[in-house]
């Protein structure tokens, strides 16, 4: 996806629904969080 697409198209999500999500898509998007940038590359982020 183009950045500007991205940046146009993303909002803060501020209602969830009661539905389950799929293992895959969890352990997907913890690989895609690791790759964010952190201070000395500490990389605090617990998920
Ligand atoms: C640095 C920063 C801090 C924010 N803090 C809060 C916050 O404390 N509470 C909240 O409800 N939203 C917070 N927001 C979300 C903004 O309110 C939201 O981005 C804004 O209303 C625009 O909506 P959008 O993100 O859907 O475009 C924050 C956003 C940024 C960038």
Redesign the pocket.
């Known amino acids: 996806m183009e950045f500007s697409k991205l940046a146009e198209e993303?909002?803060?999500?501020?209602k969830f629904l009661e539905k389950k999500v799929e293992d895959e898509k969890i352990e997907a998007l913890i690989d895609i969080i690791h790759l964010a940038p952190s201070a000395e590359n500490h990389q605090p982020i617990r998920v």
């Open positions: 993303r909002y803060s999500c501020r």
